[in-house]
């Protein structure tokens, strides 16, 4: 069983930057792609970014692409989503995922999630 423990959310102001990290628990041998997930107040979570653990080839939603970078240290298990630029539509509570299948998933493991807010 992988844990996956986020961390770094906040509030913060429309323009500003903000870094999540998700930390993963030590028996991750069967995980080969992390990515993150959102899910704003009444809409269905959507993927953010993925990436894979041991290439560090990055994919990325249309939407957040020139804006957020995903990485990985993976010596220390850490997964990371750097975030500049925020808009308000950002906002939305934040989701580390990690699997097996692809950068875009199906994941089989997840976070309980920090919550980003955006004001503008």
């Known amino acids: 069983q992988v844990q996956l423990v986020e961390s770094g959310g906040g509030l913060v102001q429309a323009g500003d930057s903000l870094r999540l990290s998700c930390t993963a628990s030590?028996?991750?041998?069967?995980?080969?792609?992390m990515g993150w997930f959102r899910q704003a107040p009444g809409k269905e979570r959507e993927f953010v970014a993925g990436?894979?653990?041991?290439?560090?080839?990055?994919v990325y939603e249309d939407s957040v692409k020139g804006r957020f970078t995903i990485s990985r240290d993976h010596a220390k298990n850490q997964l990371y989503l750097e975030m500049n630029y925020l808009k308000p539509e950002d906002t939305a509570t934040y989701y580390c995922?990690?699997?097996?299948?692809?950068?875009?998933?199906?994941?089989?493991?997840w976070g309980q999630g920090t919550q980003v807010t955006v004001s503008s």
């Open positions: 990436l894979s653990r041991f290439v560090g080839s990055t």
């Open positions: 030590d028996r991750t041998f069967n995980i080969t792609y």
């Open positions: 995922a990690a699997g097996s299948a692809s950068p875009w998933g199906p994941y089989d493991y």
